[in-house]
T-cell receptor, first 113, second 116 residues
Framework: AQSVTQLGSHVSVSEGALVLLRCNYS??????LFWYVQYPNQGLQLLLK????ATLVKGINGFEAEFKKSETSFHLTKPSAHMSDAAEYFC???????????WGAGTKLIIKP | GAGVSQSPSNKVTEKGKDVELRCDPI?????LYWYRQSLGQGLEFLIY????????KSGLPSDRFSAERTGGSVSTLTIQRTQQEDSAVYLC??????????????FGPGTRLTVL
């Protein structure tokens, strides 16, 4: 069965600093992995997805994530945080069925001025 | 439409009353999902519709919860005899058919349900 673990329910970084949000997954099949962002009082929006092509995936708003099979990780990074990045970020893995996503609990990113 | 829409955006109800939440998916999307997001929690899968196939109701937490999708488009999630623990944000998402590959789910803004 698939599962997703996001380390840290809250992550705080200073504006301009590196953002690193951690996601580890377990999957019995080659995974498809996703990062979604949720701004306050809004629905979720896809940041990026890994579907077995390049292991380094670039997404919107300067975010990227690297798929590391040996570490079963798909961490999200951004070189320089901006105040507008403050949001909640969710990692998800495609389930064993052909449609369901298995979601992490989310990480709230706080940007300090 | 341009995106997934949900109504109402906020709903306050009294314990024991029934509520209906509506989702209007993106035109052409045959797959539709309902999720529940409680405060500080991740997304809890509720139900999935795909075209004319029987829905996957495996995530519905009790028989007070039901959903239907009319004409393969608009969906309504109904909660009967609401309880305080039903208070949450209910999110709807739609996508192209899953059989066509790994398709992005597009989310609506959600309905915030508060049961007093």
């Amino acid at each position: 069965a698939q599962s997703v673990t996001q380390l840290g329910s809250h992550v705080s970084v200073s504006e301009g600093a590196l953002v690193l949000l951690r996601c580890n997954y377990s999957s019995s099949v080659p995974p498809y992995l996703f990062w979604y962002v949720q701004y306050p009082n809004q629905g979720l929006q896809l940041l990026l997805k890994y579907t077995s092509a390049a292991t380094l995936v670039k997404g919107i708003n300067g975010f990227e994530a690297e798929f590391k099979k040996s570490e079963t990780s798909f961490h999200l990074t951004k070189p320089s945080a901006h105040m507008s990045d403050a949001a909640e970020y969710f990692c998800a893995v495609k389930g064993s069925g052909n449609y369901q996503l298995i979601w992490g609990a989310g990480t709230k990113l706080i940007i300090k001025p | 439409g341009a995106g997934v829409s949900q109504s109402p955006s906020n709903k306050v109800t009294e314990k024991g009353k029934d509520v209906e939440l509506r989702c209007d998916p993106i035109s052409g999307h045959t797959a539709l999902y309902w999720y529940r997001q409680s405060l500080g929690q991740g997304l809890e899968f509720l139900i999935y519709f795909q075209g004319n196939s029987a829905p996957d109701k495996s995530g519905l937490p009790s028989d007070r919860f039901s959903a239907e999708r009319t004409g393969g488009s608009v969906s309504t999630l109904t909660i009967q005899r609401t309880q305080q623990e039903d208070s949450a944000v209910y999110l709807c998402a739609s996508s192209l058919a899953a059989s066509e590959g790994v398709n992005e789910q597009f989310f609506g803004p959600g309905t915030r349900l508060t049961v007093l």
